[in-house]
């Protein structure tokens, strides 16, 4: 195993990442925010995962994230669940439940809403628009930076704090130390608030000749949330490299794993057209503050 994280630094490294994992050092990583293959899809790219399989092929990966990411860190997981013979299977709910055993705090779940999704009917359901990206932590305490995210007021608070009763006044300061978000008075004369946990963020048809890349906003709400500049983030699944771009864009370093060759090359070529490379992707600049 590598002691010198500086090695694996801006850099996509093709191969199996339950095998490159283990050569990363003990708390590492900041952050960790991925897509991993859903269950039987992308059959032509990665072969396919069985529903019923799912979780015994995930759970060795999420150990060794969990041995990678820093005490303070947080790993967020964009998954979904898959319909078979007309029912939801439950791989990911498994999943969630496996990996606290594992000593995982399933802290938050956001929802990625997919606006721009085009409609679809089945028999019994409808076109899903939207994907889960769970939120899981080492510890209570962790890195959090949520005015990094807020999002303007909204027109609703034009009628709602125009007037405001004595119940709005109070509500709920006594009963809990989070009370700032019910007492309807902290809104007034704001022009930013906090988001929800529902991300509305258009897909990207594009994709670079990936078949199934995220969009660059849905990692850079993330890495903004819960990173600084100079962090490290991984992504052990990072197909075309949006994980990557959107740390170049952020002043993150990344570390990349991807076991499709042909992904590889595309994600270090979109890093070469739009980063000349400079100090910044020199191992040797990082001993220093790593």
């Known amino acids: 195993m590598s002691s010198d994280i500086s090695l694996f630094i801006n850099k ?20 960790i925010v991925t897509s991993p293959p859903y269950a039987d899809c992308r059959k032509g790219s990665y072969g396919g995962i069985h529903p019923d399989k799912y979780v015994e092929w995930f759970l060795p990966i999420s150990k060794e994230l969990k041995r990678v990411l820093k005490p303070e860190g947080s790993f967020v997981l964009n998954i979904k669940e898959k319909t078979v013979r007309g029912e939801k299977h439950t791989y990911v709910i498994e999943l969630i439940l496996e990996m606290r055993k594992q000593g995982w705090l399933w802290t938050e779940e956001y929802i990625w809403h997919k606006k721009n999704c085009y409609p679809g009917k089945w028999p019994n359901r409808f076109r899903d628009a939207w994907e889960r990206c769970l939120h899981f932590t080492k510890q209570k305490r962790f890195k959090m930076f949520q005015e990094r995210v807020m999002v303007p007021i909204g027109n609703w608070s034009t009628k709602r704090l125009s ?28 022009n930013m608030v906090y988001p929800t946990n529902v991300l509305h963020l258009a897909t990207e048809c594009s994709n670079k000749n990936h078949s199934a890349t ?21 992504d052990p ?8 771009l959107t ?38 600049t990082h001993q220093g503050r790593l």
């Open 237 to 244: 699944f990072i197909g075309s490299g949006a994980t990557a």
């Open 163 to 190: 007037k405001l009763s004595k119940t709005d006044l109070i509500r709920d300061e006594s009963k809990s130390l989070s009370g700032f978000g019910k007492n309807v008075s902290n809104w007034l004369g704001r």
């Open 247 to 284: 740390c170049r864009k952020l002043s993150r370093y990344y570390i990349g794993i991807e076991i499709k060759e042909e992904y590889c090359k595309l994600a270090k070529t979109a890093l070469k057209e739009k980063y000349e490379p400079t100090l910044w992707d020199l191992p040797n």
């Open 12 to 31: 996509i490294i093709c191969g199996d990442c339950k095998e490159i994992l283990s050569a990363l050092p003990p708390n590492s990583a900041d952050l």
């Open 214 to 234: 995220f969009p660059i906003a849905l990692p850079e709400w993330f890495i903004k949330l819960f990173t600084e500049e100079g962090d490290i983030v991984l």
